[in-house]
């Protein structure tokens, strides 16, 4: 089992900023915007991190499809207009198996070959999830769906501190295997704030045979009390250390982004030194936050080539 105090290290004679890396990757996932204004925040974030040169960039999709055109046109514009490689989400909620699969063929026409396969979380109000009548029971006949129709690159979600609705850690695990079994070629988890946290869970998942790459989730925290509300409804905990640390700063938002750029970029460190590679942020249509983060892991952008 890896364990945290063995992963910690220092590079070069002791520093914790380093030469620049170059064996890192990186992805992104934003959100489709609903207003004029938020789309000029979207795409300003875009351009800031289209310097990271990142593998994929992944564009979320409502509860119960509630956001699909718009999920489409960012998808559709970055294909279009950045040198970027899109990854569309897509779920099971609100839809038939033939109405998923137009969406995958769209997608395909235009040019798409990466989708993040999630069950999906039922609409406000609904009282939990219900499969559709006629629609994909859950992630795991979304993937081998997908995997039918064309040879798509399938991302799917993976928990490290297991997800809410699951009975026990092995019932999730046991979900993710047939995830992977079923033509998943990457998990990339929920957020967490312990680098242990995911060390475990990856001894966990090799233990069940999950040899595909699963890749952290990062989620550079700038608002202590939104946060906890995503967390409860994902699973993940909060360590008592981080309210701590952001208590009493409400008022304080540069504050607030020097204290998440730290946290982040601290840990971000501890999980490369463990011998991870690959992060993908959550960035919730910020860039400079990010970007930071990456800056202090060690990457720099490519120099631009003169025309």
């Known amino acids: 089992m890896v364990r945290l105090a063995d992963t910690i290290g220092r590079r070069n004679g002791g520093s914790v900023y380093a030469e620049p890396v170059e064996d890192v990757t990186f992805s992104f996932e934003f959100f489709p915007p609903k207003t004029p204004k938020m789309e000029e925040t979207l795409w300003s974030s875009i351009k800031t991190l289209e310097a990271l040169n990142p593998s994929f960039v992944s564009v979320t999709y409502g509860a119960g499809g509630t956001t699909r055109e718009r999920t489409?046109?960012?998808?559709?514009?970055?294909?279009?207009?950045?040198?970027?490689k899109p990854a569309a989400h897509l779920t099971c909620v609100g839809a038939s198996k033939?109405?998923?699969?137009?969406?995958?063929?769209?997608?395909?026409?235009?040019?798409?070959?990466?989708?993040?396969?999630?069950?999906?979380?039922?609409?406000?109000?609904?009282?939990?999830?219900?499969?559709?009548?006629?629609?994909?029971?859950?992630?795991?006949?979304?993937?081998?769906?997908?995997?039918?129709?064309a040879d798509f690159d399938i991302s799917v979600a993976a928990y490290p501190e297991r997800h809410p609705e699951s009975g026990t850690l092995a019932a999730d695990l046991d979900n993710l295997k047939r995830k992977i079994d079923a033509g998943a070629t990457r998990a990339i988890?929920?957020?967490?704030?312990?680098?242990?946290?995911?060390?475990?869970?990856?001894?966990?998942?090799?233990?069940?045979?999950?040899?595909?790459?699963?890749?952290?989730?990062?989620?550079?925290?700038?608002?202590?009390?939104t946060l906890k509300s995503f967390a409860a409804a994902c699973g993940a905990?909060?360590?008592?250390?981080?309210?701590?640390?952001?208590?009493g700063l409400d008022d304080h938002p540069q504050t607030r982004m020097l204290v998440a750029a730290s946290?982040?970029?601290?840990?971000?460190?501890?999980?490369?030194?463990?011998?991870?590679?690959?992060?993908?942020?959550?960035?919730?249509?910020?860039?400079?936050?990010?970007?930071?983060?990456?800056?202090?892991?060690?990457?720099?952008?490519?120099?631009?080539q003169e025309a």
Not at 265 to 270: K, L, P, T, Y
Request: charged share 25%.
């Open 72 to 84: 489409h046109k960012t998808v559709k514009r970055i294909l279009d207009e950045t040198p970027l």
């Open 98 to 149: 033939d109405e998923v699969n137009e969406v995958v063929r769209d997608y395909y026409d235009a040019g798409v070959r990466h989708l993040v396969a999630l069950r999906g979380d039922a609409p406000e109000g609904a009282g939990g999830y219900r499969p559709h009548p006629g629609g994909y029971a859950n992630a795991a006949e979304l993937v081998a769906g997908i995997r039918d129709i």
């Open 189 to 225: 988890t929920q957020f967490f704030f312990e680098p242990d946290t995911y060390f475990r869970f990856l001894d966990h998942c090799h233990s069940y045979g999950i040899e595909v790459p699963i890749v952290p989730g990062i989620l550079p925290v700038t608002n202590y009390g």
């Open 237 to 247: 905990s909060v360590p008592k250390w981080m309210g701590d640390l952001f208590e």
């Open 263 to 304: 946290v982040a970029s601290e840990m971000c460190r501890q999980l490369y030194a463990g011998g991870v590679r690959d992060f993908h942020f959550y960035t919730l249509n910020r860039a400079e936050l990010t970007y930071a983060i990456c800056r202090m892991l060690g990457y720099r952008a490519p120099a631009k």
